[in-house]
């Protein structure tokens, strides 16, 4: 009832403060590269216009109405709510001269109805959808995979023909959407057909005192309209990036940026804890942390990313995709047979991932270098008997796992935690 009431008074007075102050309302949306993809929009843009952007995961019901009202997520807080109500009634009765032109805001689809809610409330002027791939997150809350494509199509749906719609080119279900809008439409993609294109995507390797060759991060290069810009990007790795980027690009061209400036502008872009980022770890090992959460796309990219890494050994830690319903043997079993190709070493963790540990036993994997654990912290110990230099690690799994736990145990500088993980504060203790 608390909950249905705060829903109720937020998505009102985001209603009446959209009225009174007419910001670009920019949503992002998809299964995975939403906050990526976010932060690259907002630091591109951040030079042109002021804004403000969502934080953290703020992306639901409640959430997107306190990008709107510079809230605070208050949780069990009474006071936190009572200055959220605060803070929209001053936005409501006075005219702030602050209030930011643009709000970029990540648009989540938890449940049925969550799209068409949050555009009912804060129809966006500029939609974009990252990926979905055939099995979508959350699907498990849904009747089936195109009940989830057809929510999240709700932020294309409700566009007008002078808005701009924001199409991934390569994932077949969102480019389906090009035909469910009334509004402009600018793909993006490595398809020669994208209009922002991606090209000559590669893994930037180096070598460590002891001579072991790790990667070092990305490059790539930028194209609309023939014209080609590179890019480089050091400390994360995976297509994704490239993804973000090249939404930014199309964002920022509707605000006449050119894409030199673009590319400028994210010159020293780092993707946020757990999402891809290259961690030192113990006796000379370089871990892949991508931690924050685990969607069955999310997974392909890691391990397809995984597979092209350099390093003496693989190593794959992987963790249970929650929230998947039927889908969730499948899906598992897929992850095992995948991983099991591709590495030296295979740790399941969770309960649905024993569907991929009996996977890749099928599939031959050598028994002793193949193990699964319930919890994450019951990895650490085992695997730093374990770890020899040249070795690089990823570790993936959904947030309900706490796989960044076996990253604390394993990174050379442990007491960094608190700025390279995800999940460090107070409240995930």
Not at 89 to 112: C, H, N, Q, T
Not at 147 to 160: G, Q, T, Y
Not at 184 to 191: A, L, N, P, Q
Not at 243 to 264: G, T
Request: proline share 4%.
């Amino acid at each position: 009832m608390k909950r249905l009431l705060i829903k109720c008074i937020l998505g009102l007075s985001t209603k009446r403060i959209i009225a009174k102050y007419h910001p670009l309302i920019i949503a992002v949306t998809g299964s995975v590269g939403k906050t990526s993809t976010k932060n690259a929009i907002a630091q591109t843009l951040a030079s042109r216009v002021t804004l403000r952007k969502s934080q953290r995961n703020l992306n639901s019901d409640i959430g997107v109405p306190l990008v709107f009202i510079n809230g605070e997520d208050a949780k069990r807080s009474i006071a936190g709510w009572l200055r959220n109500v605060g803070k929209a009634i001053f936005l409501m009765v006075k005219k702030s001269a602050l209030y930011p032109r643009v709000l970029v805001v990540e648009m989540g689809a938890d449940r049925p109805g969550d799209i068409a809610y949050l555009t009912g409330i804060a129809k966006p002027d500029i939609a974009v959808v990252t990926a979905i791939g055939d099995v979508p997150v959350h699907v498990g809350y849904y009747k089936n995979s195109d009940a989830v494509i057809l929510e999240k199509a709700n932020v294309v749906r409700c566009l007008d023909k002078n808005d701009l719609a924001i199409l991934n080119c390569d994932d077949e279900y969102v480019f389906r959407m090009r035909v469910m809008t009334q509004a402009r439409i600018c793909t993006f993609g490595f398809s020669s057909q994208a209009d922002i294109r991606i090209v000559d995507f590669q893994t930037k390797t180096g070598r460590d005192a002891l001579g072991n060759e790790f990667p070092l991060g990305i490059s790539f290069k930028l194209g609309y309209r023939g014209s080609f810009v590179p890019v480089s990007i050091l400390g994360t790795l995976g297509k994704p990036v490239a993804y973000a980027f090249a939404v930014a690009a199309a964002c920022a061209m509707s605000f006449d940026m050119h894409m030199i400036e673009i590319v400028e502008a994210l010159s020293d872009f780092e993707n946020e804890p757990g999402r891809m980022r290259l961690i030192p770890g113990v006796h000379h090992t370089m871990i892949l942390d991508d931690t924050y959460n685990a969607a069955p796309i999310a997974m392909r990219a890691a391990l397809d990313t995984f597979a092209a890494c350099s390093g003496k050994r693989k190593i794959a830690i992987l963790g249970d995709m929650l929230e998947l319903g039927s889908y969730a043997q499948k899906v598992h079993e897929d992850m095992g047979a995948y991983a099991a190709s591709i590495s030296a070493l295979l740790i399941f963790v969770g309960e649905q991932s024993r569907f991929g540990y009996e996977q890749a036993l099928r599939n031959g994997f050598p028994a002793d270098r193949l193990f699964h654990f319930s919890i994450s912290t019951e990895v650490i110990d085992m695997i730093r008997t374990m770890l020899q230099p040249g070795d690089i690690v990823l570790i993936k799994g959904s947030q309900g796992m706490r796989m960044e736990k076996i990253i604390k145990g394993i990174m050379a500088e442990p007491k960094k935690a608190g700025e390279l993980l995800v999940r460090q504060s107070p409240e995930w203790k």
